[in-house]
């Protein structure tokens, strides 16, 4: 079945660590997207892709980047991680303008 | 004002009832509307999606959009214990940003 993986799916660091995030997907979908979750925010967007050649910041960009690495894969990672990173994080993808996007098991991170 | 702005509930209701869940949205120009349903500690799952004013059937659920009151609803009939989940409403912004906004979700309780 075409999917959307996430790696790993628990994570426990400490804070300054640096830590890659890492999604794949198999549905042939263009566009992808990171997310985090937090209890009572819901879902934040980080940063979204639109193609290999396109990064785009979303809401809550600051303390991480992303890689596109191929049009399956989409790295987030967290340069020196601190404690109120600590959520769950979300993959997504979509397949054209109509936006509905399919999300991935998601990682918990925990910083210390 | 929030842009997706749900109640967070708990919404209560017996097995085999109509559950009615609720979202308004601020951007007047959204065009793309989206329900999806989260069980704790999984990823969001896409239900419905409607685009145009009116309902729109798929199996127990419908959606419901009224654009000139800004406001979406799903309903699900003949729940069942299974549908307990918090449900998110999730809107296309409008013009040239293609981002989804999400609502903080509405948590629905079906008791047997």
């Known amino acids: 079945d075409a999917d959307v993986t996430q790696t790993p799916r628990n994570r426990i660091t400490k804070t300054g660590k640096r830590i890659m995030l890492e999604c794949s997907q198999t549905k042939g979908h263009d566009r992808m997207y990171w997310y985090r979750q937090d209890p009572g925010l819901g879902l934040r967007l980080i940063y979204y892709s639109f193609d290999v050649k396109d990064i785009n910041k979303g809401e809550i960009s600051d303390g991480y980047s992303v890689s596109r690495q191929a049009q399956a894969k989409f790295s987030l990672s967290l340069e020196s991680a601190i404690p109120n990173q600590t959520a769950l994080y979300f993959c997504a993808t979509s397949a054209d303008a109509t936006n509905e996007q399919y999300f991935g098991p998601g990682t918990r991170l925990t910083v210390t | 004002q929030k842009e997706v702005e749900q109640n967070s509930g708990p919404l209560s209701v017996p097995e085999g009832a109509i559950a009615s869940l609720n979202c308004t949205y601020s951007d007047r120009v959204s065009q793309s509307f989206f329900w999806y349903r989260q069980y704790s500690g999984k990823s969001p799952e896409l239900i419905m999606s409607?685009?145009?004013?009116g309902d729109k059937e798929d199996g127990r659920f419908t959606a419901q959009l009224n654009k000139a009151s800004q406001y979406v609803s799903l309903l699900i009939r003949d729940s069942q214990p299974s549908d307990s989940a918090t449900y998110l409403c999730a809107v296309k912004l409008g013009g040239a940003t293609n981002k989804l906004i999400f609502g903080t979700g509405t948590l629905l309780a079906v008791q047997p």
């Open positions: 409607i685009y145009s004013n």
